[in-house]
Nanobody
Framework: QVQLVESGGGWVQPGGSLRLSCAAS????????MGWYQQAPGKQRELVAS???????NYADSVKGRFTISRDNAKNMVYLQMNSLKPEDTGVYYC???????????????WGQGTQVTVSS
């Protein structure tokens, strides 16, 4: 079984910072892409940032220059440093990862349970 567990969400004033962490655990042979998605109230889940196993990042235009995604392959973790937060960054943030389990021949996408980020004054 594979689990993704996020942490680090909370409430912050506009202009503030938060750092999200996501730990993958279980029967993991290898991890390909990892990413963070935002689901704002009343909206669909959208990609915020992703990172390849080679640490090449990709960002949504709305967060470029403010957010930084990184990963620690040895610890099976991915992080999202969020600076200069805006009220529109509010939502539930989900971690996902493309994981090949032991005995699998292909990768499957797994999701965390989400962590709430609220940006307001």
């Amino acid at each position: 079984q594979v689990q993704l567990v996020e942490s680090g969400g909370g409430w912050v004033q506009p202009g503030g910072s938060l750092r999200l962490s996501c730990a993958a655990s279980g029967s993991i042979a290898s991890i390909n892409n990892m990413g963070w998605y935002q689901q704002a109230p009343g909206k669909q889940r959208e990609l915020v940032a992703s990172i390849t196993s080679g640490r090449s990042p990709n960002y949504a235009d709305s967060v470029k220059g403010r957010f930084t995604i990184s990963r620690d392959n040895a610890k099976n973790m991915v992080y999202l440093q969020m600076n200069s937060l805006k009220p529109e960054d509010t939502g539930v943030y989900y971690c996902n990862a493309d994981i090949r389990r032991h005995l699998d021949r292909t990768y499957f996408t797994f999701w965390g349970q989400g962590t709430q980020v609220t940006v307001s004054s």
